[in-house]
């Protein structure tokens, strides 16, 4: 009789469903968590989960997006690297131009030329952006540094290492200079170049030809600043160019010019 009494006070003191602490889902070995800890478990496992997601993003935005100060200039998505690549170019001549686009390691040729011409987006500087096409002089003299300085920036160098490298490369004829007239075409609209006092800013549509160790003083420009029609870039330098700026024509304008044209003046 005696150890009755101890397992009735046991079940009159059993609660019922929803009245106690213990009615929570099963913890396991039939074991229930109390309703408190249940809601505390389940703050829980969301804010790590959201925390997860949050690390996540920032890792990749990291991974896509520069540094402040990096030297490294933003990956662009192929496709529209290529069309502002091919924005340079006249259309009879993008059709067949070659190709490259910018990767993490350097540039990467992407399609062939059937013509000589070159298409590729250019970065003098980590901020500037200036899709160019260059001919087949261009592709074999301009072409190779724009390459070699894309690769050394994707291995950590300084802009004064690249600077000294290039300089190298000239004056042992690793990078052969134009020895023949020819042209590079910047017809874009979204060119971002770097202007006389070394900040990016945006420059409408132009035309450049080879002026191998040219100067402004030489085509009588006051250069950039001076606003004439035409200056030179890269003064003195192996790889000197002329700028003309160009107005673009519409379809619409050679249409009325056309049309004009037609019967009697």
Known sequence: MSGAVPLKRLESGRTKPGEGLFDGPDAGCGHRLPRGEVSVSLIRVFLLGLAAQIAVSAVAVVQSTPTAGSQQPPLMEHQKEIALAFSACPPS???????????????????????????????????????????????????????????????????????????????KGVFPTPTRPGVIYMLSTENMVPN??????????????????????????????????????????????????????????????????????
């Open 196 to 265: 006389d006092k070394g900040s990016v800013a945006a420059f409408p549509p132009h035309v450049m030809f080879y002026g191998t160790h040219l100067t402004n003083a030489d085509i009588g420009s006051e250069g950039q600043a001076g606003g004439g029609p035409a200056f030179v870039v890269n003064e003195g330098a192996p790889h000197a160019l002329v700028i003309v700026p160009v107005v673009a024509h519409t379809g619409s304008d050679h249409a009325s010019t056309d049309k004009s044209s037609d019967g009697p003046q």
């Open 93 to 171: 001549v993008a059709s067949k131009a070659g190709v490259y686009v910018l990767e993490k390691s350097g540039y990467v040729k992407v399609r062939d030329s059937r013509s000589g011409f070159t298409a590729i987006v250019q970065h003098s500087l980590p901020t500037s952006q200036e899709p160019q096409c260059m001919d087949e002089e261009g592709t074999r003299t301009f072409l190779p540094r724009v390459l070699k300085v894309a690769e050394l920036r994707a291995q950590g160098k300084s802009p004064e290492e690249i600077k000294r490298f290039v300089a190298d490369a000239f004056a």
